[in-house]
């Protein structure tokens, strides 16, 4: 049993400090394996900046755990608040909760519940309605901290699609074609289609337009009609009549923000593990052989925004892959693509099933933290699961 009243006598909970908590905080991540399977574990790389994963929201805030005796820094959390909306109209004021880590020595001890209440406790006090955060399926040790201590329930499943960049990268089928689209474009689409999302973010328009997202495009089928992207009014850029099948999809180059880590003690000819970085996922098992290139930090580009209409979508998928996978090619110390998608979501039954693809098994978690919170909101996160949402790549 934990004596939290003895951690909490001993424990101070404050915020970063930027001039003084750099190093250290850099050293609790890397100490913190994110996972360890078969003797590989994986570690965050910060980059130099721990507030990398959060400077993106207005409302953010960084807490660490320090012993009052040693100064010692034992735990870390990050959180944000942004808005979403709902089916119904309703807005939402929403609290993500973003990479606790808790120094190995310190565990079982009561650190993480502190740290997640007070986390808590900041985002209630700057308006938000909810709390959100994401483990996966398999992390007994999160789930009861979340579930039996902090009372949250499921919100949603989802899953993590993770697959290697090769070198060289397959080829695009001829009768497909990929076009870039311009911002204005990619906005009035995005209006459109994540209305067909349960819960997706007021500011998608600022997230198309950060530096670390690398574009827009749409993927058609040339011989069933073509995309009149060069209309003046955006308002309906997708002629149903002439196009059947298409899917509309972002990139966020993760790899300015964070890279991963892997650390082996013993030669493996595959990689089999778990990952849990800044929100305690990415993928459980990256199918690939271990070279020495995977020792040194690697980043990723993660596919976003995914939305398709029509029914021959399995190979406009596919080609999606590859085009992600070739662009990866020429960016330095890219090694992965990765999505993640709500099981719910139409297209995460046509996602290509090789060999080389990985797969985890998702879950965000919720509470309410505002007494004032809607009925119909409380209805939708609070006593059901919903199964197509939108995956913010700040929060990945």
Not at 76 to 85: A, L
Not at 196 to 215: T, W
Not at 262 to 270: D, E, G, V
């Amino acid at each position: 049993m934990v004596d939290t009243f003895s951690i909490e006598s001993k424990l101070l909970i404050r915020e970063f400090d930027e001039d003084k908590d750099v190093k250290v905080v850099g050293k609790l991540e890397r100490n913190c394996e994110i996972g360890t399977k078969k003797g590989v574990s994986i570690f965050t790389n910060i980059v130099g900046d721990p507030l990398s994963r959060i400077r993106f929201y207005p409302l953010h805030v960084m807490l660490v755990a320090e012993l009052l005796e040693s100064r010692e820094l034992v735990g870390v959390v990050r959180g944000c608040i942004k808005s979403m909306r709902t089916p119904s109209e309703s807005l939402l004021k929403i609290g993500c909760i973003l990479g606790l880590r808790v120094s190995p020595t310190h565990r079982r001890k009561g650190v993480g519940l502190k740290l997640v209440t007070s986390v808590e406790e900041w985002m209630l006090r700057n308006g938000a309605e909810y709390a959100c955060l994401a483990t996966e399926k398999n992390n007994d040790a999160s789930r009861n901290l979340f579930t039996n201590k902090c009372k949250y329930v499921s919100l949603s499943s989802l899953v993590i699609f993770l697959h290697p960049i090769s070198f060289p990268s397959k080829h695009i089928s001829k009768d497909i074609k990929i076009e870039k689209v311009n911002m204005d474009q990619a906005i009035s689409l995005y209006r459109r289609t994540l209305m067909a999302k349960e819960l997706y973010p007021l500011d998608m328009d600022a997230i198309l337009k950060e530096n670390l997202s690398l574009g827009t495009w749409v993927s058609y089928y040339k011989d069933e009609g073509w995309l009149n992207l060069q209309v003046e009014s955006h308002e309906d850029l997708i002629t149903n009549e002439i196009t059947s099948s298409w899917i509309i999809f972002s990139i966020w180059n993760t790899c300015e923000a964070y890279k991963l880590q892997l650390k082996k003690s013993q030669p493996l000819r595959f990689l089999h593990t778990t990952l849990n970085h800044a929100r305690d996922k990415i993928f459980p098992c990256l199918r690939m052989s271990v070279s020495d290139s995977f020792c040194r930090p690697f980043g990723f580009l993660f596919l976003y925004g995914l939305h398709g209409e029509g029914e021959n979508l399995g190979e406009l998928m596919e080609s999606i892959w590859r085009f992600t996978s070739r662009l990866g090619e020429s960016l330095r110390d890219c090694r992965v693509v990765i999505t993640e998608l709500g099981f719910g979501d139409p297209l995460v039954n046509h996602v290509p099933q090789t060999a080389s693809m990985s797969c985890i098994d998702d879950i965000w978690f919720t509470k309410r933290l505002s007494s004032n919170s809607d009925e119909k909101d409380d209805e939708l996160l609070m006593k059901r699961q919903i199964g197509n949402v939108f995956v913010d790549p700040r929060d990945f």
